[in-house]
């Protein structure tokens, strides 16, 4: 497993040790690339399968919240099509796909924020997902 070491000499876990955000007032949310450079391990968020969100009526997936740059029809294109080759059907999107606002997108990552610090507390159940120590 590789260790990410901080400023002051100390292993950083970037699931556990960086805040959401870098600027609360400004709500500037750190990010954390998702697959490191020359490899193959991934960096998530948790999306909770026990929850439905009021809007959508859907569940999390029990995987990571996606963050991408959204400006690019390519970039949404990609997010429907990238599991097919593994023989997963297309993802759908909800709100037919459109984009939402800053303000809705905050939102959704709070959420999914709160339900990621009880995972990290054990206050969610958290079956399938694979701890590493």
């Known amino acids: 497993m590789q260790r ?21 007032e400004k709500k500037v949310l750190n990010m954390v690339v998702e697959i490191p450079r020359w490899t193959n391990h991934k960096m998530e968020t948790w999306e909770d399968p026990n929850h439905t969100d009021d809007e959508t009526g859907t569940k999390g997936d029990n995987d990571p919240l996606d963050v991408c740059e959204i400006g690019y029809k390519a970039t949404n294109e990609w997010f429907k099509i990238y599991k097919m080759p593994d023989g997963k059907p297309a993802n759908t999107f909800a709100f037919n796909g459109e984009a939402k606002p800053r303000d809705y997108a905050m939102k959704v990552v709070e959420e999914c924020h709160k339900h990621w610090e009880h995972l990290i507390a054990k206050d969610a159940e958290s079956s399938g997902i694979c701890w590493f120590v």
């Not at 990410?4 to 955000?21: A, E, Q, R």
């Open 4 to 24: 990410w070491i901080g400023k002051n000499g100390n292993i950083v876990s970037p699931f556990h040790d960086i805040p959401l955000y870098a600027d609360t």
